[in-house]
């Protein structure tokens, strides 16, 4: 199944690319794709996924179609054909 895939703001600079998406196996968790981008990108390691709480880390924000996936199943989200997810850091500010 075809995934697309984007990071945004500080984790696009430390990747070093924006679009990150793919083709996957049908059943693929959202989960699998953020530990996957951690292993690919080193700098992105540990600023994705908590493994001890197994959620998003810190304040990323993981979205599926527009949706967080805090609001869905978390990382066992499971993704289908067609699917944007969107990685993003919380953001800020006054």
């Given at each position: 199944m075809q995934v697309?895939?984007?990071?945004?703001?500080?984790?696009r600079d430390d990747a070093?690319?924006?679009d990150v998406g793919g083709e996957y196996d049908a059943g693929?968790?959202?989960g699998e794709i953020l530990?996957?981008?951690?292993?690919?990108y080193p700098s992105l390691d540990?600023?994705?996924?908590?493994e001890s709480a197994d959620t998003t880390?810190?304040?990323?924000?993981?979205?599926i179609?527009?949706?967080n996936v805090k609001h869905l199943d978390g990382l066992g989200?499971?993704?289908?054909?067609d699917d944007v997810v969107r990685i993003v850091p919380s953001v800020y500010g006054g």
């Amino acid at each position: 199944m075809q995934v697309d895939c984007k990071l945004f703001g500080p984790f696009r600079d430390d990747a070093g690319v924006e679009d990150v998406g793919g083709e996957y196996d049908a059943g693929t968790t959202v989960g699998e794709i953020l530990r996957e981008l951690e292993a690919e990108y080193p700098s992105l390691d540990g600023q994705l996924v908590d493994e001890s709480a197994d959620t998003t880390a810190g304040s990323t924000v993981v979205t599926i179609n527009e949706k967080n996936v805090k609001h869905l199943d978390g990382l066992g989200t499971k993704l289908e054909d067609d699917d944007v997810v969107r990685i993003v850091p919380s953001v800020y500010g006054g």
